[in-house]
């Protein structure tokens, strides 16, 4: 669902600038912006289907679009523009009404709206700091926002900047503009009204992140420095993804063991699952299994006792140590020891008599 909101933010995202900025030419713009109101129309309605963080991307992009079509007094452009999210968002509603009471009467709605209008600065400031920790550990890394910050004022000091600035395109800044905007509005609101502090609330506006953070570099610094910056930037985030412990970064309830040896080791392993869970749950360690690893897959109910059925497995093994990840789902979890937690798993250490 996020991977294809995110999508979609950036095709509105796109759509809105060809709608902007067409093609120059009497022909050519035209059908420009026939595309790109169309597309606008189509996205509207994907979007708000997909998931309802949609509206908060289109909120600052289209405030940045009324005000320029407005100063470039484009009226036409505007109406139809405004028609076609308009339409896209109606036709969404109509084909699922329930989105009024998931907007507003839903446990999770209920949950936003308590903390968007909760009157403690401290608690919302740090969620503000969760998520800044979050973005700079998976997108834009603190250091880089300061190291930009100090070459720029080296750069102004020496007044080198000037001497080695490439002259921008016409697009350069209004992106800029917007993608700025757009930080500051999802990033703030799903910051401060979010429930958990996780990475998947805000993955589907990364893209636009990212480009918030090229302009800024661009807008900032000469261009060799730029591009200095946005490699290491993406070195730092890549090295960070790489290492297994962070795979689950993505959501804080869900955490793995940095020394997750169970995984990778010769001793067999089994994955006791629920049928709620196992459906998206298995996912995870089946992709991170280690080659050759022997692995007893068992499903039982959630109120289930499993500690039997878990040493029955054990032993049939042949083994005199086997591993048990268990379904944190279980009501039950064995008396068995226990060694690790691994995303949605207890891990224990069975030894069979």
């Known amino acids: 669902?996020?991977?294809l909101l995110q999508t979609l933010c950036l095709a509105f995202f796109a759509l809105a600038l060809l709608v902007l900025f067409p093609?120059?030419?009497?022909?050519i713009r035209?059908?420009?912006?026939?595309?790109?109101?169309?597309?606008?129309?189509?996205?509207?309605?994907?979007?708000?289907?997909?998931?309802?963080y949609f509206l908060l991307f289109v909120a600052p992009v289209a405030a940045f679009a009324l005000v320029y079509l407005v100063?470039?007094?484009?009226?036409?452009t505007l109406l139809w523009s405004v028609l076609a999210?308009?339409?896209?968002?109606?036709?969404?509603?109509?084909?699922?009404?329930?989105?009024?009471?998931?907007?507003?009467?839903?446990y999770r709605a209920g949950q936003s709206i308590k903390n968007l209008v909760?009157?403690?600065?401290?608690?919302?400031?740090?969620?503000?700091?969760a998520y800044l920790k979050i973005l700079s550990a998976n997108l834009v890394p603190a250091v880089a926002l300061v190291a930009v910050a100090v070459m720029a004022i080296v750069a102004r000091i020496q007044k080198a900047g000037a001497q080695t600035r490439r002259e921008r395109t016409?697009?350069?800044?209004p992106v800029f503009v917007m993608t700025v905007a757009v930080f500051a509005v999802t990033f703030v609101v799903v910051s401060v009204s979010a429930p958990y502090q996780t990475a998947r609330y805000i993955g589907a506006f990364f893209p636009i992140y990212a480009l918030a953070f090229v302009g800024f570099t661009r807008v900032a610094l000469p261009s060799r420095s730029s591009l200095v910056i946005l490699c290491a930037s993406a070195i730092l985030v890549f090295a960070h993804g790489v290492q297994p412990a962070n795979i689950c970064e993505f959501h804080e309830d869900y955490p793995i063991d940095k020394n997750s040896f169970y995984m990778s080791d010769s001793k067999p392993v089994i994955l006791m699952a629920t049928p709620e869970g196992g459906s998206w749950k298995n996912m995870l360690p089946y992709l991170n299994f280690s080659k050759g690893k022997r692995?007893?897959?068992?499903?039982?109910?959630?109120?289930?006792?499993?500690?039997?059925?878990?040493?029955?497995?054990?032993k049939s093994s042949g083994e005199k140590e086997v591993y048990a990840i268990v379904d944190d789902y279980f009501a039950m979890q064995p008396p068995f020891e226990k060694i690790g937690y691994y995303g949605f798993y207890f891990v224990y250490r069975i030894r069979v008599e």
């Open 30 to 52: 035209i059908a420009s912006l026939g595309f790109g109101v169309a597309g606008l129309f189509v996205v509207s309605f994907l979007g708000l289907m997909t998931q309802y």
């Open 71 to 76: 100063a470039k007094k484009r009226t036409s």
């Open 85 to 106: 999210v308009g339409a896209g968002f109606y036709l969404a509603y109509r084909a699922f009404p329930q989105m009024k009471d998931h907007l507003t009467l839903s």
């Open 170 to 173: 016409a697009l350069e800044v």
């Open 1 to 3: 669902m996020y991977e």
């Open 23 to 27: 093609f120059e030419g009497k022909v």
């Open 295 to 314: 692995v007893y897959v068992a499903y039982n109910s959630i109120k289930a006792p499993i500690a039997v059925s878990l040493g029955d497995i054990a």
């Open 118 to 129: 909760n009157p403690d600065v401290a608690h919302k400031l740090a969620t503000l700091v």
